[in-house]
């Protein structure tokens, strides 16, 4: 697939803003993400000069360049750009550089402007009047791109092609239920039969269409068969309900839909049964679904052709589907050992698992935890085990809250129990008493503690350490929950 194929990450369909530019004399710096092709209009002036679809900067008579700051609408890998110069003759930069950074999304003006910055294209020459291709090939998500100008000059749009990979965090969780399909969530459309009228993509976006312009619609077929679209779903899940919007199509809406299923992108099955449509209408579907998966891919079929505007597809992601979620998450961090000592408080555990990246798989991803847990010392052990409350104590994480939810139905008796023998554990050996502690209760941890504390120091540090790496375990799928 060209990368020109995937979602634009500037969308301001997606959310995409452009916040900065330290320039836009003749022409504004909102024009860059126009969901519009640029136009020439002959004699349009301004009172600044020449009218210019694009962001143009005024000529520079000082040493630096010109640059603009876009907000991404979705954070995600960028696999291309697109460096539009149309109508641009004699005033287009001599070149362009591009930097990523991942922030909050709500990060300010100043916080960017501040930013440690990453370069994702080198300082490349442009055309002018032309588009200016460029694939990337950088493994990072981003939330905010630098476009660069050197050393001034004018630009008609900036394309961010790439894959969503959202902040599960801010999102709300894997945990939860969601549209799998949704491309905010990283839903992608793979592949069509026709959009002779309305790109593919459209089927995906946020909101209800605006217009028929802003949906997928095929051509008016005249030969057997019908049209279809495959979308590969956010992660693996379990399907609950489905909706199939035909809004703004009244005359050329499909007469009859049927979804399948599939777990590899390969075999299908039958997921909803062939349903007539009506026009201009959202239809909900959830007791009429005969196949629940788990499934990674999902294909839409219209018969014989026509119109759809939104495809939405609600389900939970499965254990695989998460644990796939908290890979890619790691991968594509730029700064991983922050979020990986939320897992392990050990900085070189969490220094040698973000070296052997990327990870392929959930189990690739365990055998280098276990791998960098193997050549931990003592001391990197006791740094982890400092981050971890004692059991039943309070002021913890929430996840050592989570985690410890067994000691919340126990009794003064259990509590006062666990209070003296943790400082038992903690006099003899000189860190807290771990135990991964999900799913167990209060007295189950209470047993363990006693048993454990007539250990010799060397054998209950390698239990220790083996408690730690089950929690890490546990706490790597929860960077996506």
């Known amino acids: 697939m060209p990368f020109t194929d995937l979602l634009d990450l500037a969308s301001e369909r997606l959310g995409g803003s452009v916040l900065y530019a330290n320039d836009d004399f003749f022409a504004e710096k909102e024009n860059l993400i126009r969901a519009t092709k640029p136009v020439w209009k002959e004699h349009e002036y301004t009172d600044r000069g020449k009218w210019m679809d694009g962001w143009e900067s005024r000529r520079k008579r000082t040493p630096g360049n010109d640059f603009a700051i876009i907000r991404l609408g979705a954070r995600g890998v960028v696999h291309g750009v697109v460096v539009d110069t149309a ?6 930069p001599d070149s362009c550089s591009i930097d990523g950074v991942s922030l909050s999304p709500n990060a300010t003006v ?93 089927l995906i976006m946020p909101g209800r269409a605006l217009n028929m312009s802003d949906g997928w ?25 489905l909706e199939i919007d035909t809004n703004h199509f009244k005359g050329n809406f499909p007469d009859t839909c049927s979804i399948d299923g599939s777990p590899d992108g390969k075999e299908w099955v039958e997921l909803l049964p062939r349903t007539k449509l009506q026009a201009h209408t959202r239809h909900f579907f959830a007791d009429e679904i005969v196949a629940r998966g788990p499934f990674t891919h999902v294909r839409l079929n219209v018969f ?42 050990s900085k070189r555990w969490a220094a040698a698992v973000a070296k052997a990246r990327p990870f392929r798989t959930w189990d690739e991803l365990l055998k280098a935890s276990d791998r960098a847990a193997s050549s931990l010392e003592t001391s990197d052990w006791m740094e982890a085990f400092l981050a971890h409350p004692a059991i039943g104590a309070t002021g913890g994480t929430r996840w050592s809250s989570q985690e410890q939810a067994g000691t919340t139905a126990a009794g003064d008796q259990t509590r006062r129990a666990l209070a003296d023998e943790n400082r038992r554990y903690h006099d003899k050996f000189g860190h807290v008493f771990l135990i991964c502690a999900t799913g167990r209760s209060a007295e189950e941890m209470l047993a363990s503690l006693r048993e454990r504390i007539d250990h010799d120091s060397a054998t209950e540090l390698r239990i220790a350490a083996a408690e730690q790496q089950k929690i890490t375990a546990l706490r790597l799928e929860k960077l996506v929950l």
Request: charged content about 25%; some cysteine; aromatic content about 8%.
């Open 87 to 92: 109508f641009f003759r004699g005033n287009y």
């Open 304 to 345: 014989p052709d026509g119109g759809v505007s939104r495809l939405r597809v609600c389900g939970s992601a499965t254990e695989a589907g998460r644990r796939a979620a908290a890979v890619r998450h790691i991968n594509t961090l730029i700064e991983p050992e922050r979020e990986l000592l939320r897992c392990n408080a």
């Open 110 to 202: 100043e916080d960017l402007l501040a930013a440690q910055w990453h370069e994702v294209l080198a300082q490349t020459k442009l055309k002018g009047d032309s588009e200016n291709p460029f694939e990337v090939r950088d493994l990072h998500a981003f939330t905010h791109l630098r476009l660069n100008i050197f050393p001034d000059g004018g630009v008609a749009r900036f394309r961010v092609h790439g894959q969503v990979v959202p902040d599960w965090h801010l999102a709300g969780g894997l945990a939860h239920e969601i549209d799998l399909a949704a491309a905010e969530n990283g839903g992608e459309v793979l592949d069509c039969s026709d959009m002779f009228f309305g790109p593919k993509n459209n």
């Open 217 to 241: 619609e095929t051509k008016r077929r005249r030969g057997p068969g019908h049209d279809w679209v495959i979308v590969r779903l956010a992660t693996e899940g379990m399907i609950r309900r």
